[in-house]
């Protein structure tokens, strides 16, 4: 179940280490709400559904992986038991749907504690850490691997624009369009997601650095009549306010 510890362990780690390399991910809450949604689908449908969903969102990779714990009890009262598991993951890409990555992780943690317990659970919850950690590494190697076999898609960048109206958010896509540097293959796909009226993202893909882009972008604007600052700049995520 998606609220054992174990399981929310391994997505902890397998979230925080992809953020650490820049992957843009779904939050936990999100996945908690779509899988309640999903769960009671039969496994096939609920493929469907996740990649139905993933690609509404413009997602470009969904991991698949499931947590199989030891059955096996130790009967003897004293001695020091390991909490193994194993995690399977696969990565497909959700325009193709093509499996670009299958993986699995054996990991184990010692503990005093009998199997079910309290204790125990929170052992399993340690091993699946580890399990998840080792896994994100390997598929996040094979991620790149992909993309650098069927050519390269540059730096990505998440963007968001807030205070634009509505025609300026129609030029600034234009604009990011049209920018040196765009490496998208068809340029009708970069598109406006999470749109409100406050504000609007995308993701952007540009063999540019990230100093480039926003120089190139404000000059555009600039040009357009479009009044643009950056707010703020993490990592490979921009925002990007009108004064």
Request: one cysteine or more; aromatic letters at 10%.
């Amino acid at each position: 179940p998606l609220k054992h510890g174990a399981v929310t362990a391994a997505i902890s780690a397998i979230e925080s280490d992809m953020l650490e390399k820049d992957f843009r991910i779904f939050d936990s809450r999100s996945l908690g709400h779509i899988y309640d949604r999903l769960s009671q689908q039969n496994p096939s449908a609920k493929r469907e559904q996740w990649v139905k969903i993933a690609s509404q969102n413009q997602v470009d990779i969904l991991i698949e992986f499931e947590l199989v714990t030891e059955k096996k009890r130790t009967y003897s009262k004293y001695a020091i038991r390991a909490a193994r598991l194993t995690l399977n993951a696969r990565a497909f890409e959700v325009s193709t749907g093509l499996r670009i990555a299958s993986r699995n992780s054996q990991k184990k943690q010692m503990t005093k504690a009998r199997m079910g317990s309290y204790d125990w659970n929170n052992a399993l919850s340690s091993a699946s850490t580890l399990a998840g950690q080792a896994i994100a590494l390997e598929i996040e190697g094979d991620i790149v691997r992909h993309y650098e076999k069927i050519g390269d898609i540059g730096n990505a960048y998440m963007m968001i624009f807030k205070g634009f109206s509505k025609d300026e958010e129609f030029e600034i896509i234009d604009i990011l369009k049209e920018m040196e540097g765009d490496q998208r293959t068809d340029k009708h796909t970069l598109t406006a997601r999470n749109k409100s009226i406050e504000y609007f993202e995308l993701d952007y893909f540009s063999s540019l650095d990230k100093s480039d882009v926003e120089r190139k972008l404000y000059l555009a604007c600039k040009a357009k009549g479009i009044r643009i600052v950056t707010k703020e700049m993490t990592g490979n995520r921009f925002t990007f306010v009108k004064p």
